[in-house]
Structure formats: C-alpha cells, structure tokens
C-alpha cells in the first residue's frame, strides 16, 4: 500500500487565539508547529504551504505571541505555536507565551494529532528542545522531527547531523529539511499525512 499523501490545494490564515475559542470547537484536526525562537517556524509553514507570506516570519525572536490557525484543504488546521527560548523578551512576557503553550498542549479542548518539533540544523538540540519533546512525550504527543536550514550545511554532513539530532532527541528518525529550498518538503507532507490517518483509526 503507498503511503498517504497530503496534497495541499488550499492554505489560508483564519485567526490566531491566545486561549478558549469557538475554533477548537469545529473538530478539524490540527497539526501543530513549534521551535526555538528564530528556528524558522513560519518560514517552513510557508514553504510546506507554497504560499508566501502566508504565515509572517520575522528576524526578531519572540513575535509570533498567539497561536496562529492555518485552515489547509477545508480539512484541517496547522497551528504555528510561539517560539520557544525567547531570551529578549521580558520575563512576565516569557511566563505569558509558556504558559499559553502549556495550555494548548495540556488542554483537552485543543490536542493537535501530531506536533512537528522543528530544530535549527545548524545550530543543533538545545537544552530547551530537549525539555519540549520531554513535555510533548509526557502527553503522549505523536512527534514529528523536522531539522530545518540544512541548506546551511553542506550536504556531505546531512547524514551526521540526521544522526546526532535523532540521538540527541531519542527519537527513529529526523527529516531535514530547507525552507529555502523546499528539501525535505515531501517527507514532512508524509509524515503528516500519516499521522493524519493514523488518528483517524
């Protein structure tokens, strides 16, 4: 049997929600989007998308303050959660943006079906995506790795840095992938896609 396939005909922004909304409410399943700070987050959305400039990145770390509601094909959400690590905001403003992750991840109204954990290639695992996925298992998240910028290494360490990021992490397997390039974009949709149908059983 091929493996499913998403095929995205359709992207659009609805809202971005800062706690209980009637959004969680229209049973669409969600696919959910977090990082470090500054890990590209939005950039990979618009890039897995083919719309640009559909989720708005920027180079200041922290501004993504909601999570933003991307309805895809009329069949499900992708949710681009803050960042997390965001060193140049004011610790009140931090306390605010973790506690509304938690929230999300925590919540009975949300539960996305699966969490796409994006790493920053270059710059490998940091101590505060080791304490997310640690989170993401606790709540028995179904985790997909995704190392973005590894356009900025050279593809002869791609496999080196596959490895270490999946040892790191404890996790089967790491899709690298390029916002810029669009590298690793099929093997994210199908993960995606799989986790999709998976919770469908």
């Known amino acids: 049997m091929s493996p499913p396939v998403l095929n995205i005909t359709s992207a659009e ?25 500054n890990v590209g987050k939005s950039s990979l959305i618009n890039s897995l998308t083919r719309r640009k400039g559909l989720a708005q990145s920027s180079a200041m770390p922290g501004k993504t303050r909601q999570i933003n509601f991307f309805r895809i094909n009329d069949a499900l959400y992708f949710t681009d959660l ?15 943006l973790r506690k509304l992750i938690l929230w999300y991840f925590g919540s009975d109204e949300a539960r996305p079906r699966a969490v796409v954990l994006i790493i920053d290639a270059l710059v490998g695992v940091t101590a505060f995506d080791e304490e997310m996925i640690t989170m993401l298992r606790a709540e028995h998240y179904h985790v997909i790795l995704a190392a973005n910028k590894c356009d900025r290494i050279s593809r ?16 089967p397997s790491v899709i690298l992938y390029s916002a810029k390039t669009g590298e690793g974009r099929d093997a994210l949709l199908g993960a995606i896609a799989e986790a999709i149908e998976a919770g469908k059983k």
């Open 13 to 37: 922004f609805v809202k971005g929600i800062i706690g209980t909304d009637p959004i969680l409410g229209d049973q669409l399943p969600h696919i959910a989007f977090i990082g470090r700070s």
């Open 156 to 171: 002869g360490k791609w496999e080196e840095v596959r490895k270490a990021t999946a040892r790191a992490l404890g996790v």
């Open 82 to 96: 803050p960042g997390y690590g965001f060193a140049r905001i004011k610790e009140k403003g931090r306390e605010k």
